[in-house]
């Protein structure tokens, strides 16, 4: 979605697609926790288009799919109830925003911090979701204008990013594809052997980061 004349050259690209069809051919996943646990895939994108030497923020934010619940039955994720009314809307802002276009152009831009929870805890860095709902990343590309005004240039998003928010992985292929493909999934689970990486366990991570499954 365009929404500015100016953003009709600005090219975004998804990195890494091939991965993320890998998951969305079972239906992906993303885990929530009250502590917040990174996202894997990691979103990636590369863009082009951009004014050199204009200033842009990147905003990152997530919407509901559609109107119900989902449940996982016999190997399948079926539709459930009625969606839960909608979490107060949040919205990550890379760390690098404000930046020349020419930082945004020099290569992959990572979401890599961007943190999932279920509890509304006003930290940073933390997106508040419904388990058991699906979602949609959306990037937001805002130019920075004078007197500190943006003005907003567009908005994309990549159906194969679409994923269900869970406490727990439901479906195993899903699971299995977390530990093949993520550099972390590991140490992950060399930590679940370990009593004293325990703590790592329970807050959702396994380098003191965030990162998990």
Known sequence: EKVDPDAQHVNVKLEER???HKFKEFTNEMIVTKNGRRMFPVLKCSVSGLEP?????LRLDFVQVDSHRWKYVNGDWVAGGKAEPAVPHCVYEHPD?????????????????VKLTNK??????QIMLNSL????PRLHILEAGNNQH?????TVSFSETQFIAVTAYQNEEITALKIKYNPFAKAFLDAKERPDQRDLIDDG???????GL
Not at 97 to 113: C, D, L, Q, T, V
Not at 120 to 125: Q, R, Y
Not at 150 to 154: A, G, Y
């Open 18 to 20: 091939d991965l993320w």
């Open 53 to 57: 030497n204009a200033m842009y923020t």
């Open 97 to 113: 925003s404000p930046n020349y276009g020419n930082h945004w152009m020099k290569g992959a831009i990572e979401f890599n911090r």
């Open 120 to 125: 509304m805890n006003g930290v940073k860095g």
């Open 133 to 136: 709902h699906k979602y949609q």
């Open 150 to 154: 943006e003005k907003h240039l567009l």
């Open 205 to 211: 991570s396994c380098d003191g980061q965030g990162r």
